[in-house]
């Protein structure tokens, strides 16, 4: 069977014998009929446990919208022209985008007009990455997080927050609060509230009692989410479901929505997981891309191995990540030293070294051999010469494929 496996802005294709196969997940292309013009609207005009947005910008003055960065799959282009068009139905012309970098690199004028659209482009009063200009503290949480925001999100009568939801191998979910925090927060903030992925409850798919979740849900409730809208994709970020409203009820419906599509369980671990970050932006570099090891880690054999093909077409992504990756081989090393003081990036290493000490793992990337060896990974290319040769040496290899990253547990 050939297989297409997203990679930068292309796919790579191989070819595995059907009895090799013993699963390949990734997500529907869709479960509606309507277009996505259509489940923008609907989602707009049924807004859960709120007004809808034109009814809660009728008295306001000015607004600003939470927008996802270049590093996330989120197609806001898609759906902002409908909510800068309620915003001026009820007279609102005075709104600027914010979009939520967390401790990501600053965007180029080029990406910020590409993520808004020209339409919404032309219309905001600015285009803000949110590391640029001061940070307010507006209070703690209850963990101790100092909740310092970017100051161009509090000057507005009306915050609303954009995004899609999606696993996140930490924080349960992306979207809802997460727009704030980590979002539109400073360094201090998003490391406060991180630190708190130390806890074996902050995991994929946890919402309930994952303290990093919590945390998150926090901040958003001290720092004020006026109206939430999130999307959900498919693997072609084609929209197939939107949720707006509250946070977070609206968010819990989307949640709710969310595993209903794409919960994922396997009965039986694999001898190897091909998986990818789903091309670009999630591959854009390995700071990004190391998520879909963490989604996949669960469902490989002990002594088995993940091949993640990811681009890393900007290396390594993050200058703290970089200087403790150079550590990656010694897991004992990195955990001691993140227990001490928890710092931003070398939680990312961590994640890599912990995976690393029980998994073997290959990387089909742009790295060159030297850097992928530095990296503790192996370098596989071509990765069909590769996949032949380990089936020819086990003619009874069981190999899954998760093109997307998607999460993926084993049934116990």
Not at 208 to 232: S, T, W, Y
Not at 333 to 356: P, Q, T
């Amino acid at each position: 069977m050939r297989i297409d496996i997203p990679y930068g802005r292309k796919h790579i294709t191989v070819d595995i014998p059907d009895k090799n196969i013993l699963d390949i997940i990734k997500k529907e292309k869709t479960k509606f009929s309507e277009d996505e013009q259509k489940i923008i609207l609907n989602a707009l005009r049924n807004p859960i446990a709120s007004k809808s947005l034109l009814e809660l910008s009728k008295d306001k003055r000015n607004a600003t919208i939470i927008v996802s960065d270049v590093t996330r799959p989120c197609p806001s282009y898609k759906f902002l022209p409908f909510i800068v068009d309620e915003l001026e139905t009820a007279g609102i012309y005075d709104f600027n985008i914010i979009f939520g970098l967390g401790i990501h690199r600053s965007q180029t004028d080029e990406e910020r007009r590409k993520l808004v659209g020209d339409y919404v482009a032309g219309k905001t009063r600015r285009l803000i990455d949110s590391n640029e200009g001061e940070f307010e503290l507006v209070g703690y949480t209850k963990a101790g997080t100092p909740i310092e925001v970017c100051e161009e999100a509090l000057k507005s009568d009306l915050l609303i927050a954009t995004a899609n939801i999606e696993y996140h191998y930490f924080a349960g979910y992306s979207g809802g609060a997460k727009s704030v925090i980590p979002g539109i927060c400073s360094r201090k903030t998003i490391e406060a509230n991180h630190r708190l992925m130390l806890d074996d409850k902050s995991v994929s798919g946890n919402f309930k009692n994952n303290p990093v979740r919590q945390d998150i849900e926090e901040a958003g409730q001290i720092v004020g989410i006026d109206f939430l809208f999130n999307v959900i994709t498919d693997d072609e970020k084609r929209i197939i479901s939107a949720v707006s409203g509250k946070n977070n009820e609206a968010h819990l419906r989307g949640i709710e929505l969310y595993n209903n599509l794409f919960k994922k369980i396997v009965d039986e671990k694999a001898d190897i997981v091909v998986t990818s970050p789903g091309g670009y932006p999630k591959d854009i570099n390995l700071y990004q891309a190391q998520k879909a090891l963490d989604n996949v880690k669960r469902i490989v054999k002990e002594n088995g191995e993940i091949i993640l093909v990811a681009s890393c077409e900007e290396g390594y992504g993050e200058r703290v990540f970089k200087e403790w990756m150079a550590d990656v081989q010694d897991y004992g090393k990195l955990n001691a030293r993140i227990r001490e003081k928890f710092v931003l990036g070398g939680h990312k290493a961590v994640a890599i070294s912990k995976l690393l000490s029980k998994t073997r793992v290959l990387l089909y990337s742009r790295f060159n051999q030297e850097e992928t060896e530095k990296l503790g990974f192996i370098k596989t290319a071509p990765l069909q010469s590769y996949l032949d040769k380990r089936i020819k040496a086990e003619p009874n290899l069981k190999i899954v494929l998760v093109p997307g990253g998607s999460f993926v547990q084993f049934r116990e």
